[in-house]
């Protein structure tokens, strides 16, 4: 089973212009993610060499305009202490991200390098602010538009943080429950479960003095270079602010899968992914179940974004069969764009679909709704279930179309992105 003449990944629907044999492209082979680290990955000068690419150069000093910052020193001749403010950090660390994955495809525009992209990897994913990052490679939003986001994002995180004292603390080893229970016992927020042995606890100064002084068993602490208690109820006041953007935000579906910090799954859509965006800055990050999600869909290589090293490493040891690359200079290009080539998926862009696929946004049990072949699907429809023993996701059609044909039964085990059922799109929607 396998996609012939595959179009546009937009979980969980696939945008397809025609099948003979659905499944086998996405189930053998080499599969290829990009991800994208969060604040705290960066460190003085970590810039400094892409500034030799001419292109890298010209699009920074172009996105430096877009956020009101001045992004070439601060990527090169900022110190420590000027970087860890959030309102800087965290427009930094996108851009660099997109500016070096404009760079992996040896493209002579680079804006066209970053719209081909998502057409040659299996799956997009970022860490906390990297999911900016992760959106944009994925097409979701704009590069612009996800500097404009990040630099708002990073203004009312900083804003937010300014309120109170707080923190985070990174905790390594121990029983990840028992380290988890420390945190709640002790008024903590356990903000980032990044598995692989490491939970951040977040909160206020004296909460996290008293995590320092009554340590889990068998764990040491690392306190982070951040400036607030981020994905906290701490940073509810930031919500509230992206919230007042959002609406006017423009979006598309993603053009490969895209996972959420919130819980690993494959988004659903735009506008979803907005959504998860805003809400995640006070919600905590998932990173392990993100992980599980890229063992899930069989992913075999990733390349870590720059400022890149802390997720290959979490990566390594989670998963580690698992080939990683951290892009950390231009020197790392030659060997990433031979991953890529290696495990590279051929998919071209398309705005007039045939047909659809309404794909699993997680791995489980599939139950199909009352929805039978040759019913008319309105947008917005649930057409089954993936269902857990710990939780159920809704698989929903996000445009109208017709039902044809089912391509995974009753209480069929799947994994995410697999074909769940196909729809022909109604002519207002292939129009």
């Given at each position: 089973?396998g ?30 993610a ?12 970590f ?82 602010v ?9 097409g ?40 988890t229970a ?13 598995g ?29 270079a ?22 006017g ?18 988004v ?7 959504d998860?965006?805003?809400a ?6 998932r ?5 599980q ?5 069989g992913?075999?290589?990733?390349i ?46 398309t ?7 309404l ?32 939780e ?40």
């Amino acid at each position: 089973m396998g996609f012939v003449g595959l179009i546009q990944i937009g979980a969980p629907e696939l945008v397809v212009a025609r099948s003979d044999d659905i499944g086998r492209d996405r189930q053998a082979g080499d599969v290829l993610a990009i991800v994208a680290p969060g604040q705290g990955a960066q460190t003085p000068g970590f810039l400094t060499p892409w500034l030799d690419l001419p292109a890298v150069h010209d699009l920074l000093t172009w996105w430096s305009a877009v956020v009101d910052l001045d992004l070439v020193h601060l990527g090169t001749k900022a110190d420590a202490e000027e970087i860890k403010d959030t309102a800087v950090t965290q427009p930094l660390i996108v851009a660099a991200g997109l500016a070096a994955a404009a760079s992996l495809l040896e493209e002579s525009n680079p804006h066209d390098a970053l719209a081909e992209l998502p057409h040659h990897i299996a799956a997009a994913a970022g860490h906390s602010v990297g999911e900016l990052t992760a959106s944009a490679i994925a097409g979701v939003l704009s590069a612009e538009a996800a500097l404009v986001l990040v630099r708002e994002r990073g203004r009312a995180m900083a804003q937010a943080a300014r309120l109170r004292d707080t923190g985070m603390t990174a905790v390594l080893g121990g029983d990840p429950q028992e380290v988890t229970a420390k945190i709640a016992e002790l008024g903590l927020t356990a903000a980032n479960i990044n598995g692989a042995g490491q939970i951040v606890a977040a909160g206020t100064t004296e909460e996290l003095a008293a995590l320092a002084t009554d340590t889990p068993a068998g764990s040491r602490l690392r306190p982070l270079a951040v400036a607030g208690a981020f994905h906290t109820e701490h940073m509810a006041p930031a919500v509230g602010r992206l919230r007042e953007l959002a609406p006017g935000i423009p979006v598309r579906d993603p053009r490969t899968r895209l996972l959420s910090n919130a819980d690993g799954k494959v988004v659903q859509h735009g506008p979803q992914m907005l959504d998860r965006l805003v809400a995640q800055v006070a919600a905590p990050v998932r990173w392990d179940q993100c992980m599980q999600t890229l063992a899930a869909l069989g992913v075999t290589a990733v390349i870590e974004l720059p400022p890149a090293g802390t997720l290959t490493g979490l990566i390594r040891r989670a998963l580690p069969d698992v080939e990683t690359l951290a892009l950390k200079t231009p020197d790392d290009l030659p060997a990433a764009r031979d991953l890529l080539a290696r495990h590279r998926h051929e998919i071209e862009p398309t705005t007039v679909p045939s047909w659809r696929i309404l794909v699993a946004p997680i791995s489980g049990l599939f139950e199909k709704a009352d929805v039978a072949v040759g019913d008319d699907v309105p947008a917005g429809t649930v057409i089954g279930r993936v269902v857990t023993k710990r939780e159920t996701a809704e698989v929903v059609a996000v445009h109208r179309g017709t039902l044809v044909e089912w391509l995974a039964e009753d209480r069929d085990p799947v994994s995410p992105g697999q074909p769940l059922a196909r729809l022909h799109p109604s002519p207002e929607v292939a129009s």
